[in-house]
């Protein structure tokens, strides 16, 4: 099944010990394999990218039900902030290049417009495509500080924050601890939140689910990075059961396939690393070499009970 309701892009890529990340990630309206690491960084223990590309505007569902998000006041708007909103919608979704500016340029002319969201949520999606991560960082937190309950950016800020931290960075303790809230938060607003009444019920579901792919993906490698194995084991499985496409994540099956390694759960560990070892991506070669690690390993050493 094709992200078709939710869509975000994804590039992501790892290093061994999984703090030296350099990609972004999370979930699209559609799901391809794209190799957008860059050549220097990779080795046999980094994992290439694995990504989704956008091909549509986001979707931004309605908020939970007893909840109002603190926005930012809002003016009317003009006739002319009408006519330039029109002009922006009428971008098609997929020209990146096109509408980036125009919701840069729209958000100077128009700083305190209602429209804000669509704005930013479009160079959220938009930067994240063209790998920019700083830039669709910013523009995500802007979004998060006027909409504390879009659950579709707050699981997307989750997950890329996770698999983009620079454990040699200063403020990566300050990131891991942001990518955390955020996808904790997208986990606990998912589930209240009320359907728009232009979605079906399965397009509804579909996003809910979407998000929290991406928030239980955000939490269960924030968990492996901290070395809480046995929380990112079922946050991780958890991640994949709400996948609602035919094909999973292989970025998620080789972090629980890391997990369960970790863990001393060598079989669990090769079942994932076999699954993500089977998905066409540039995490192949890596999964195949936690295939023979595990077994290694399993035949060297104790298993631990689940």
Not at 258 to 281: G, M, P, R, W, Y
Request: proline share 9%; with cysteine.
């Amino acid at each position: 099944m094709k992200r078709n309701v939710i869509h975000w892009a994804s590039a992501v890529a790892f290093a061994g010990t999984l703090f030296c990340a350099y990609g972004f990630s999370p979930v699209a309206s559609a799901r391809q394999a794209a190799q957008s690491a860059p050549a220097q960084q990779q080795t046999q223990q980094q994992p290439a990218a694995a990504d989704k590309k956008p091909d549509a505007a986001p979707l931004q569902l309605d908020t939970p039900q007893g909840t109002t998000p603190q926005a930012a006041p809002t003016v009317p708007p003009t006739p002319q902030e009408e006519t330039d909103y029109k002009a922006f919608q009428a971008i098609p979704p997929n020209d990146v290049e096109k509408r980036i500016p125009a919701a840069e340029g729209f958000l100077q002319k128009y700083p305190q417009s209602q429209y804000r969201p669509m704005m930013y949520q479009t160079l959220v999606s938009g930067y994240l495509a063209k790998q920019e991560v700083p830039k669709m960082i910013d523009y995500g937190e802007k979004e998060i500080a006027l909409n504390p309950n879009d659950t579709p950016i707050l699981g997307l800020m989750g997950q890329t924050l996770a698999r983009t931290l620079n454990p040699k960075s200063p403020d990566a303790m300050a990131q891991l601890t942001k990518a955390e809230t955020y996808s904790k938060r997208a986990i606990e607003v998912t589930p209240t939140l009320t359907k728009p009444a232009e979605l079906t019920d399965e397009q509804f579901n579909n996003a809910k689910n979407n998000a929290l792919e991406m928030a239980y993906s955000g939490l269960g490698l924030v968990y492996l990075q901290k070395g809480q194995y046995d929380q990112a084991i079922p946050t991780l499985e958890q991640s994949l059961k709400t996948d609602t496409h035919s094909e999973p994540d292989p970025v998620n099956l080789y972090l629980l396939g890391l997990a369960n390694e970790k863990a001393s759960h060598f079989d669990a560990a090769v079942a994932a690393f076999t699954k993500c070892a089977a998905i066409q991506s540039s995490l192949q070669a890596n999964c195949k070499s936690g295939i023979d690690t595990a077994k290694k390993a399993n035949s060297t050493q104790l298993s631990a009970p689940k």
